[in-house]
């Protein structure tokens, strides 16, 4: 490959990867409407606040490790990861990412408790 081409597909990469950025930044303002989750909310109120969470953990580590089952609200993608040489986007499989915003339900599918993720 020549270095033209090579710095043609940079190029590329690198503005899909901006236009994908823009894109969740967006969603992800949708997120922080300023709209409060209040202990006691259902699931369904959460969803007409905040909208879809990221992802959802039932019956894994997750939600043994915060008692319940847990929504995950944050970053789908971190523009930061790409000049670090970082995968930048988040997959949670198993667990929350670093700074996720969690609600945890209890039994009765009602907000029991809010936290932050560390990991």
């Given at each position: ?21 823009g ?24 969803l ?58 209890d ?13």
């Amino acid at each position: 490959m020549h270095a033209n081409q090579t710095k043609r597909i940079f190029i590329l990469i690198i503005v899909l990867l901006t236009a994908s950025a823009g894109f969740i930044f967006v969603r992800n303002l949708k997120h922080g409407s300023g709209q409060r989750v209040l202990i006691g909310d259902s699931k369904s109120v959460v969803l007409s606040k905040l909208g879809n969470p990221v992802a959802v953990f039932t019956n894994d580590f997750a939600s043994l490790k915060y008692g319940g089952e847990v929504w995950a609200y944050g970053r789908e993608f971190d523009p930061k990861a790409v000049l670090r040489g970082d995968f930048p986007f988040k997959l949670r499989f198993f667990a929350p990412e670093d700074g996720d915003v969690l609600i945890v339900f209890d039994t009765t599918s009602e907000v029991k408790s809010l936290q932050v993720s560390k990991k």
